[in-house]
């Protein structure tokens, strides 16, 4: 156990520099024509970060009780930036249930059933970070194992059916209908280059009843903003240079709306109380074991507001429910349940008040 603490403590070390930042959206080139909502399904986000890889990482507890084969497929390109957090995230939780397990990190290959010939004999439980949900079909005919992919929710991959692939994605359409019920007129939305970005902007323009109209980032700061809705759909720093803009012009909203990516300390850092004032986000992260956080912390790895990290962990739950024989569909370690195939996450609403998250009650 010494050995392994040191060994994550070392991959803590190289990752500091990596996980500065809590966004997981990086730009890519769109057009405002581009907002489709078939697109969106099978696009979520997408990332473009430095293209050196790291190795496969293996991860090995000791307990005789049980063993728990765990293989990651991932782009290493795309998720370069993400992978010393991820594995730190699983050690955390593993830790937690002191079970033998082990790690092994694949790069997605372009035949990814010619991948998944080779993975699926040796390894039970395979989390796949995929960002297209037709990539999932390929997974469908492996019966024999379980598949967990933290990165989509199941209402954008309505078309997969199979009873072993486990959906923990945040739910961003329950996040905007929550957020639709305090709007009570004509909205602006704005979005930038993000396929994340475009996604969200896609389902409230879906479902927000009220009149609105939708801008991409950069925008210009006019009176088209005054005494309206806004819906922010970029990433934080975009975020708290329009806030700024606003308070700088002199733009008075009704009310500034955001989902999960807002959600993170980097926006108290970069406004002021006036800039937020208005500002109300949504937030699916709660209810983490003390010692799963304490895990998390130890390791340089955030729980508390990098969603990654924590659907990943609330999909290790399910895969641990399953090895030990308990029940799957209540996740025990996050006080969650899974209904058909999908982690089934709570929305809360906060204001920012005194450089901290406050709960509205709703």
Known sequence: MRILVIFLFMINVFAQDLNNSNDLNISNDLNNSDLNNSEMESSIFSLDLPQEVEENINDVIENDDYNMEIAIIL????????IPNILNSINAYMIKKDINYHIKLFDKEKNI???????????????????????????????????????????????????????????????????????TGYTNIIYENSDLSRYITTVIDETLLEPHKIYKYPIKYSDVYNDTFVYLNTKAVNTAQILANFTYHKIETKSIFTT???????????????????????NSIFNISPIIEDNNLNLGSDINFNWLNYTTSTL???????????????????????????????????????????????
């Open 75 to 82: 782009d290493k390109s795309k998720f370069f930036q993400f």
């Open 260 to 282: 999960q990516i807002n959600y993170t300390p980097l926006i108290f850092s970069l406004t002021s109380k006036e800039d937020v004032k208005n500002l109300i986000l949504a």
């Open 316 to 362: 290790l739950n399910v895969a641990y429910n399953i090895e030990i024989d308990e029940n799957i569909y209540f996740l025990n370690d996050f006080n969650l349940y899974m209904f058909f195939n999908q982690v089934d996450y709570k929305t809360n609403l906060y204001k920012i008040f005194q450089n901290g998250f406050i709960k509205i009650e709703n």
């Open 113 to 183: 059933t010619k991948e998944l010939d080779k993975i699926t004999p040796d390894y039970k439980y395979i989390f796949t970070f995929f960002t297209n949900s037709d990539e999932l079909k390929h997974l469908e005919k492996y019966t024999e194992n379980y598949f967990f992919v933290p990165t989509l929710n199941k209402t954008q991959a309505s078309n997969i059916d199979a009873k072993n692939i486990f959906f923990g994605g945040i739910n961003y359409h329950n996040q905007v209908l929550k957020l639709n019920q305090y709007i």
